[in-house]
């Protein structure tokens, strides 16, 4: 036993993450490191009944973290797929989404125009009409006085 824990530590470990990989050949690195560290705890020298339990901790282990790359992976390329600038903004479609924004903006900028325009008649409409109704009930006073 104690030439086995001796062996095992004086055998260098290798680790080597998924990063420091190609991405086109990183499932086949990561199903090469689950092998190599399957490989060492079946070779550690202990019975069949005693490393199962190391090898299914293992196995799932690796499942776990594998399962959480790809989720971590599909959620950025998600974020990606709904980022507002690159769904609005891609090929053709840009400039054909810019004029309608430009023919849009003119189109409410005279809508705009237009109102404010409609705010001065109606306002130069309310003076003249306070004025006339002065006027009219200046003559209705004239008209009173003479008939006494």
Known sequence: ???????????PRITKS?????????AATTK?????RLARLSSSGTSEVSH??????A???????????SARKQA????????YKKKGRQGGCGSNM????????????????DMEE?????????TENQRLKDENGALIRVITKLSK
């Open 1 to 11: 036993m104690s030439s086995l824990l001796s062996h095992n530590k004086d055998e």
């Open 18 to 26: 998924l990063s420091d990989s190609s991405p086109g050949s990183s």
């Open 32 to 36: 090469s490191l689950r092998h190599e």
């Open 52 to 57: 199962s339990t190391p090898t299914n901790h």
């Open 59 to 69: 196995e799932s282990y690796f499942l776990r973290r594998e399962n959480r790359l």
């Open 76 to 83: 950025e390329e998600e974020t990606a797929k709904n980022d």
């Open 98 to 113: 810019l004029e309608t924004e430009k023919k849009e903006s003119w189109s409410l900028k005279k809508r705009i125009t």
């Open 118 to 126: 409609q705010l001065k008649v109606k306002a130069e409409l309310k």
